[in-house]
């Protein structure tokens, strides 16, 4: 049965979403969600009706998601590391603390599903409580990838 890739990544942002300190990212929201949609490989992305970028599905406003399937590991690699993504992921110390705890996690999917918030989050806290799994990883599982390596991501 063929896979799509699922990806999960969370962030607790320094500031409110209409904060001028949080504007170089909220700003850049629109292009890089747009190199995702037109990025080959990109299947779908968690946006609200109103095409809002910048989803909070628990009660502190503060706790952004980005939620997206992608149809190999190769394509999610190259959105990340080889397009303008790569530039704001870079500046994210300015709006984000750094995590204690796993913050990414992918996981394999049949294609055709749409994972859900729910879904995601229970992939997260098992990759949390038992590390990479083939249920629940992050780049390091993903062997023939390198270019998290040398990207510094972790």
Known sequence: MKQHLAQLNIGRANYDNDDPLFAGFIDNL?????????????????????????ITPTDDPRLLVNLSVWET???????????????IYDGRAAWFPQME?????MWWVPVGHIPT???????L??????GPTDDAFGWERLEKLKLWMTKQCA
Not at 30 to 54: C, H, I, M
């Open 30 to 54: 629109d292009k890089v969600n747009g190199v995702a949609d037109r990025s080959k490989g990109f299947v779908w992305r968690l946006q609200d009706d109103a095409g809002e970028q910048t």
């Open 73 to 87: 590991a190769e394509d999610l690699e190259h959105f990340v590391f080889n397009t303008i993504h790569k530039r």
């Open 101 to 105: 705890e796993a913050h990414f996690v």
């Open 117 to 123: 918030v729910n879904e995601a989050f229970e992939r």
């Open 125 to 130: 806290e098992q990759l949390r409580a038992e």
